[in-house]
């Protein structure tokens, strides 16, 4: 190119900037990747951090109306200066004194709570008490109001899943305070999501059409441990139910629909017989697992972890993951498959 040229072409890329316009082919290559080049890195943070450092928030940093939540957020170091544990999902623990209460709000973001220890708080959503057990998923699907309270004399730390990121992304954030005074103080063993919807297989007529969330508010550990039992149980009799030798799961769904229980995120427990070193798997879109009990060693691409109960780790898109249960293990995981499905976007390899 001669000088003249070079200028000329200079000054054209000047004026399509003036004009606020920018040719592809002076883009980056990551434009459009030949495969995805998640920034999330594949991260593990102990419950032994987490738990410590939580409590001390919670001598240091009351609850309240503004603040709202005495959450920690999981934040990824490849999306720096971002609560975000992966692009799409925000992962945090949150813990409630003795006697603590968070105040009611609603949001169109989605979020469930998980708890690996513990008991004693109720969530009321929509003014139904739900109790907080250890092993139970609690969903509080978006523009529910939800409000959390310990009733007890012990604290209570779980782990809050939310598509905060995604929902910000998407421009499509909703808030609204609720009332500043409990909307119930009751302590049910059971709540009314639970008794209308929580009979195997059984649907209320009176309820019934689709919805996209589920209506079952609680899915009790009692409920996933047996189901997870009698896969394997299944497997040990020679009729296949597992996913791969000696690897069960179940996926928690919305009974109206058969689908995911919460529109915009999977949840499913992954149950492990000890010694069991399960296929490398990659798929489109990002997981959080949290192991529930047992331990492991998991192979996120090129980092490699040794997992106990409580741990958690992130899964970025495309990033073979390998587990090998060191014990029986019990993981928790939940990922943004379903948005992928939604949007066409979904793919799956089983070998790396
Ligand atoms: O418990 O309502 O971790 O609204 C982040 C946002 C928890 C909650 C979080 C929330 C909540
Ligand atoms: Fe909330």
């Known amino acids: 190119m001669t000088d003249l040229q070079e200028t000329t072409l200079e000054a054209f890329y000047a004026e399509l900037a003036h004009h606020g316009l920018m040719p592809l082919w002076t883009q980056r290559d990551d434009l459009m990747p030949m495969s995805p080049e998640p920034a999330a890195r594949p991260t593990l943070w102990r419950w032994a951090d987490l ?5 001390r928030a919670g001598e240091l940093v009351p609850v309240g109306r503004g603040g709202e939540r005495r959450a920690i957020a999981l934040g990824n170091p490849g999306i720096p200066g971002q609560p975000y544990t992966t692009p799409t999902l925000w992962c945090a623990i949150q813990y ?8 009611a709000h609603r949001h169109s973001q989605t979020a469930f709570r998980f708890v690996v220890e513990g008991s004693g708080v109720w969530t009321n959503v929509d003014g139904d008490a739900v109790a907080m057990r250890k092993g139970d ?13 310990n009733t007890t004399d012990q604290p209570m730390a779980w782990i809050d899943g939310l598509d905060i990121p995604l929902v910000s992304k998407l421009d499509a954030g909703f808030f609204e ?18 008794r209308l ?19 079952l508010m609680a899915y009790r550990w009692e409920h996933t441990d047996a189901a997870l039992t009698e896969q394997l149980a299944l497997e040990s ?11 069960a799961a179940v996926r928690y769904t919305n009974p109206a629909n058969g689908r995911d229980a919460l529109h915009r995120i999977r949840t499913e427990m992954h149950r492990y017989r000890a ?12 997981s ?31 990033v073979p993951l390998t587990v090998e249960a060191a014990d029986d293990l019990d993981a928790f995981r939940f990922g943004d498959d379903p948005v992928y499905e939604a949007l066409g976007l979904d793919r799956r390899s089983e070998n790396g």
């Open 51 to 55: 738990y410590p450092l939580a409590r």
């Open 96 to 103: 409630l004194g003795p006697h603590e209460q968070a105040p």
């Open 137 to 149: 998923l609690l969903l509080t699907p978006g523009w529910h109001f939800h409000e959390h309270h």
């Open 177 to 194: 305070f609720g009332p500043d005074e409990l909307g119930t103080t009751e302590t049910p063993e059971r709540s009314r999501s639970e």
């Open 197 to 215: 919807w929580g009979s195997p297989g059984l649907s209320p007529v009176a309820a019934l059409g689709d919805r996209p969330n589920s209506p």
């Open 237 to 247: 009799e020679g009729a296949a139910a597992t996913v791969e030798p000696g690897h």
């Open 275 to 286: 010694g069991t070193s399960a296929r490398p798997v990659r798929t489109v879109g990002s």
């Open 288 to 318: 959080v697992w949290q192991v529930f009990s047992g331990s492991a060693a998991v192979t996120i691409g090129e980092r490699r972890f040794e997992v106990a109960t409580g741990d958690l780790f992130v899964v970025p898109s495309w």
